[in-house]
């Protein structure tokens, strides 16, 4: 049983010094120079920013996607407004048969709602544009500490 035990140890020191001695070889074969200028040449020279700043640019259009969604719902806030206001002149001044009075009624309601998706989303861009910029904004003051 011991004599196993030290063959396996032989085997594993040898094979420890076998893997050291490729290692030591690999690292002089590619010195860090060569090895920068293989990448900016195959990857291009902004890659150093890339490698620095890999966040920046899906953080940039993460936040054009929520100020895009902030504008829209926007939009679609103030249109819903005026389709209330047409949809309470219909009901207040009824000129025709009972078809207007409920085209009216359905109007306002399903303005009423589309108002509120709208609000909704407003609400939860709002929040998320925060948060993001927060959470930027601390690993930012973090990297500097």
């Known amino acids: 049983m011991r004599m196993q035990e030290s063959e396996q140890r032989q085997q594993f020191e040898q094979g420890w010094q076998e893997h050291n001695a490729f290692s030591t070889e690999y690292t002089r074969k590619y010195e860090p120079e060569q090895q920068q200028e293989y990448i900016e040449v195959v990857a291009g020279g902004d890659y150093q920013d890339q490698k620095l700043h890999p966040q920046e640019e899906q953080n940039l259009l993460g936040k054009a996607l929520w100020i895009i969604t902030i504008v829209l719902s926007s939009l679609g806030f103030f ?19 009972e078809v207007t009075l409920t085209g009216g009624v359905m109007g306002l309601v399903s303005s ?11 609400v939860m861009a709002i929040i998320a544009l925060t948060t993001r ?13």
């Open 79 to 97: 249109l819903t407004i005026a389709g209330i206001v047409a949809s309470a002149l219909v009901l207040k001044y009824p000129r025709g048969p």
């Open 112 to 122: 009423i709602l589309v108002m509120l998706v709208c609000v909704a989303i407003f």
């Open 133 to 145: 910029t927060i959470r930027a904004h601390r690993r930012t003051r973090r990297v500097r500490l």
